[in-house]
Nanobody, 124 residues
Framework: QVQLVESGGGLVQSGGSLRLSCAVS????????MAWFRQPPGKERELVVA????????DYADSVKGRFTISRDDTTNTLSLQMSNLKPEDTAVYYC?????????????????WGQGTQVTVSS
């Protein structure tokens, strides 16, 4: 059973940066499809970025392209999200997720494994 634990959230001013991490355990290898989702206050959960390790592919939400970067480190079993030039509209609970089926997906219900979430708050 894959287990995901996020860390790195916090309060940051508009224009600032944060790096989120997701520690992955419970499997011999990191899942091929992993993603970051977010849920703003009063809104539905939405995809931030999904990554397929092999063959390599990423799918970023238009709202974060050029500002956010996903990466993974198989030596430490960690998925990361580097967030730069943060805006107040980036305020949300951010979730790490993994999917068994090896196809990128923007649909949260297609991901079987979830972390508990970490709060990111961007002040104006």
């Amino acid at each position: 059973q894959v287990q995901l634990v996020e860390s790195g959230g916090g309060l940051v001013q508009s224009g600032g940066s944060l790096r989120l991490s997701c520690a992955v355990s419970g499997g011999a290898l990191l899942p091929n499809i992993m993603a970051w989702f977010r849920q703003p206050p009063g809104k539905e959960r939405e995809l931030v970025v999904a990554m397929r390790w092999s063959p390599s592919a990423t799918d970023y939400a238009d709202s974060v392209k050029g500002r956010f970067t996903i990466s993974r480190d198989d030596t430490t079993n960690t998925l990361s999200l580097q967030m730069s030039n943060l805006k107040p509209e980036d305020t949300a609970v951010y979730y790490c997720a993994a999917r068994r089926f090896p196809v990128l997906s923007r649909t949260s219900s297609s991901y079987q494994y979830w972390g508990q979430g970490t709060q990111v708050t961007v002040s104006s």
